[in-house]
């Protein structure tokens, strides 16, 4: 009897939007799905150990890089489903005159912006590079420090600055469903220490193509969401969940 397609997704709201749209592909060539989530480095290492059938996604070549090498000769690249990249972030409220992250050290950041800087999952791109962007541009000279967290508690952090009018920087990405709802301004990164824009790319094991079926992998292989579209599909999945901004009226 034929087994599920298992399919694996990094545990944050985007990827699981993502993995929802793959799913469909493949239920509408008669599969089954087994759904599977787990932190970054943890689903890459799922997917080389052979548990799942396919990983929603490798971010690459930036932020996933050092997952995805180890397991390349074991997996094919499918299809890039959109196009992520990492940013800094700040309230639209700001002045437009902090516009880079060496702008965090002089006036009027230097006065106003709070020094913590909330990050999410330990793993993520945005995650590991951010450390790297603090000391590379003296920012822990000043005070800003990073400090891992969950999603709901970066976001959150956020929400509650702009609803005071605090300045904050938040560590981020595009896409992401909270700039639907938020106007955040991208600081420049002229080191690209944060590195650069990635592509979404469907992972599959070699050895489950025959069980996926190759019409299915055509149909997957043509599969592109699009930024725009993760941001509307992100929204929905984070409407059934118990985010903060959900709520959010302004």
């Not at 489903?81 to 005159?97: D, F, H, K, N, S």
């Not at 999603?151 to 904050?168: L, N, P, S, T, Y």
Request: glycine share 6%.
């Amino acid at each position: 009897m034929t087994r599920p397609i298992r399919v694996g997704h990094i545990a944050l709201s985007f990827h699981d939007a993502a993995a929802e749209q793959v799913e469909l592909v493949l239920r509408s060539a008669g599969h089954e799905i087994e759904r599977r989530s787990a932190p970054h480095e943890l689903m890459f290492d799922a997917i080389g150990r052979g548990e799942v059938d396919l990983l929603v996604a490798a971010w690459l070549p930036w932020s996933h890089g050092r997952y995805f090498d180890p397991i390349a000769d074991h997996v094919r690249m499918v299809t890039v489903l959109y196009e992520p990249y990492p940013i800094w972030g700040v309230p639209e409220y700001v002045p437009a005159q902090v516009a880079s992250i060496p702008d965090l050290l002089a006036a009027p950041a230097a006065d106003h912006m709070e020094r913590l800087i909330q990050g999410m999952a330990p793993g993520a791109g945005i995650s590991e590079m951010s450390p790297r962007a603090i000391e590379t541009y003296g920012l822990d000279d000043a005070g800003y420090h990073f400090a891992h967290g969950t999603e709901d508690e970066c976001i959150g952090r956020f929400v509650d600055a702009v609803a005071q009018r605090r300045w904050v920087v938040i560590p981020f990405w595009h896409p992401q469903a909270l700039h639907k709802r938020f106007r955040i301004r991208r600081l420049q990164d002229p080191r690209l220490v944060l590195g650069a824009t990635d592509n979404a790319t469907l992972l599959v094991r070699k050895d489950s193509e025959s069980l996926i079926g190759a019409a299915a992998l055509a149909d997957l292989a043509r599969l592109h969401l699009g930024n725009t579209m993760l941001d509307e599909l992100d929204e929905a999945v984070r409407k059934r969940s118990t985010t903060p901004y959900t709520d959010y009226s302004g």
